[in-house]
C-alpha cells in the first residue's frame, strides 16, 4: 500500500516507488491519499491546503486500486503523536481507517465483508 499526499511532488515519489515495486514484482494493493481536506474547527467549511483527488486519479493512471482518503484533523495528529492511532478506536476519526481497511478486505477477499 502506498500513501501519498495529493501534491504534485509527493504524487512524483509515489509514482517512482510504484514503478520501482512492479520492477521488483512487489505486490501493490492501492494508492491512500493522505491529509485530504481540512475541516476549519471555527466554521466546518473545508479547504485543501495539499490539493485534491491527486491520488485518486493517480492510481487511475497507473491502473492501481484507490483505497480512500484520510483526512487533516488536529485529532487524528494528536491521537497518532500519543500513541492512541484513530485506527484502532470506533470514533469519527477511525472512519477513514476503517473503510480503507474494507476496501483492502474485500480486495482480497472478495466475498468477505468486514463489519464496523
Known amino acids: 500500500m502506498i500513501v501519498s499526499t495529493p501534491q504534485d511532488l509527493a504524487l512524483i515519489d509515489a509514482t517512482r516507488a510504484i514503478d520501482l515495486f512492479r520492477k521488483m514484482d ?3 494493493l492501492g494508492l491512500v ?3 485530504s481536506g ?3 474547527p471555527h466554521c466546518g467549511e473545508i479547504s485543501d ?3 485534491a483527488g491527486g491520488a485518486e486519479a493517480a492510481a487511475k493512471v497507473m491502473s492501481i486500486p484507490f483505497l480512500g482518503r484520510v483526512p487533516l ?3 487524528i495528529r494528536r ?3 500519543a500513541g492512541t492511532p484513530p ?3 470506533d470514533g469519527e476519526d477511525a ?3 476503517l473503510q480503507i481497511a474494507q476496501q483492502l478486505i474485500e480486495q482480497l477477499n472478495p466475498k468477505r465483508q468486514m463489519a464496523f
Open 26 to 28: 512487489v505486490p501493490i
Open 73 to 75: 484533523t488536529l485529532s
Open 38 to 40: 481540512y475541516a476549519c
Open 33 to 35: 491519499e493522505n491529509m
Open 79 to 81: 491521537m497518532s503523536d
Open 49 to 51: 491546503p495539499f490539493g
Open 95 to 97: 472512519k477513514p481507517f
Open 87 to 89: 485506527a484502532a478506536g
